[in-house]
């Protein structure tokens, strides 16, 4: 049995082995082919497989030998057995000499029920068998821990939810530290009919110049450098991360930043937006979010383009029912409905207050300005880090928010959160429900 499973672990190593030399190959092919050097995560990802290209390797030259260091440990159970029952013993000391494993399946009654000829046809087992190896245990001085947990590769990332409000805006890129643009405050428009030689109203508009800062966002991580070297793929795996945590601030910023330095001016704290509109008697989500979009449209002429909502409040709109009982939307036997009301895309996110929705025409009412794409470094100049074998991985990013038409966006309020036990839910036994025989009725 031994020998199969040395076997089997030799065939699933070169499997592994070659697996990783092919991945590697490839990834080095892909750029030859394109004439280019490696990108960062190329090598990155090709360190990996060579890494694990070793591990296999290593694994393979330590199985050729297992053979040889199984049949020494078994000499060494049988001579101690012999020890425990030699010449030696005290007398009047009651000593059993450990049997090898071998010995004890001669000895066994499955072995009796072959020799005695039951052994035959096409189905047929043994008695059980159970073989006792006494010697080796747990124990530093025997065997040792010879039972290790399997190791799962890779590392389970947890969840965050994907920034994409920012992603509603207009993009642009600056070079400037700062931006100016121009808002309008006001409006007259006095045109009229006019009859000939009369004298033509005259209309008015009046503007803010609004300048705005680029700001920074960035984090940072200490690392050890052993860490770096001994875990594959671990600097991809945090540039990742670090990336993400950057996304979500920025997304965080844009709805609710409070426009005092360093924070950018988010959309919920311009001035000028669209008055916001409560939900109704009678209303729902739905409702309240078609008359804001009305009311951004009658008053800008710029047709709203999305919704931002809490998921909460999204899943409220997801359950509604008509007066039977049934799903307005696909209902629960089908796949969840892609985010859209009124033909508007919808982005839930936690970045955006349950009861609280944002309705707005993003890609002509807005824009976002990177001065600076996420960029990910490491170095070991900070502090003390050099002499203590430490790295300090960060990620950042600098960019603003230009709204040019406020009332081009507008919130709703009150919304009902679709996460939340409705009042009176369950059901309750009628007086004269007894065991299976009686009826039930939905609570009020």
Do not use: C
């Not at 699933?12 to 490696?38: G, S, T, V």
């Not at 066994?108 to 020799?115: L, N």
């Not at 033909?343 to 990177?370: H, I, R």
């Amino acid at each position: 049995m031994s020998a199969t499973v040395n076997s089997r672990d030799v065939a699933e190593q070169h499997k592994a082995l070659n697996a990783a030399i092919d991945a590697a190959n490839a990834a080095m092919q892909a750029a030859d082919e394109e004439k280019r050097p490696l990108t960062t995560e190329e090598r990155t990802k090709i360190d990996g497989y060579l890494a694990s290209a070793r591990e296999a390797r290593d694994k393979i030259t330590a199985a050729s030998s297992t053979g040889d260091v199984r049949a020494e440990l078994q000499a060494m159970i049988e001579a101690r057995a012999t020890l425990v029952a030699g010449p030696s013993a005290k007398p009047g000391l009651v000593t059993t000499a450990l049997k090898s494993l071998g010995q004890q399946y001669i000895e066994s009654a499955a072995m009796e029920f072959i020799k005695a000829g039951h052994a035959k046809g096409s189905q047929w087992s043994t008695p059980p068998v159970e073989l006792l190896a006494a010697t080796l245990t747990e124990d530093p001085a025997s065997g040792g821990k010879l039972l290790f947990p399997q190791q799962l590769p890779g590392i389970m990332q947890p969840a965050y939810q994907v920034p994409k409000v920012v992603d509603l805006f207009a993009q642009a890129t600056t070079d400037a530290a700062s931006i100016s643009y121009l808002v309008e405050k006001s409006h007259t428009n006095a045109a009229d009919v006019v009859a000939e030689g009369g004298v033509k109203p005259e209309s008015a508009l009046t503007f803010d110049a609004v300048t705005e800062a680029v700001r920074k966002i960035a984090t940072w991580l200490p690392v050890s450098e052993e860490m770096l070297a001994d875990v594959s793929q671990i600097r991809a795996y945090i540039d990742a991360r670090l990336r993400l945590f950057v996304d979500l601030k920025v997304e965080d910023e844009v709805i609710n930043g409070s426009g005092v330095a360093p924070h950018l001016t988010g959309i919920l704290t311009r001035p000028g937006l669209s008055p916001a509109l409560a939900l109704g008697t009678g209303e729902n989500t739905a409702d309240v979010v078609f008359r804001q979009a009305m009311t951004i449209m009658t008053t800008t002429f710029l047709m709203p383009d999305a919704v931002v909502l809490n998921p909460a409040d999204w899943a409220g709109v997801v359950v509604l029912k008509d007066l039977n009982g049934v799903y307005y939307g696909p209902g629960m036997f089908n796949g969840l409905p892609s985010p859209s009301m009124w033909g508007l895309t919808v982005v839930p996110t936690t970045g955006m207050a349950q009861g609280t929705g944002l309705v707005g025409a993003f890609k002509v009412g807005g824009q976002y300005w990177k001065r600076q794409g996420i960029v990910v470094q490491a170095s070991n100049s900070h502090a003390d880090f050099f002499i203590k074998n430490l790295v300090a991985i960060r990620a950042e990013t600098r960019g603003m928010l230009a709204i040019y038409r406020p009332a081009a966006f507008g919130t709703v309020t009150g919304l009902t959160s679709g996460l939340a036990t409705p009042a009176g839910a369950g059901a309750t036994r009628d007086s004269g429900d007894s065991g299976n025989g009686g009826t039930r009725r939905r609570a009020a």
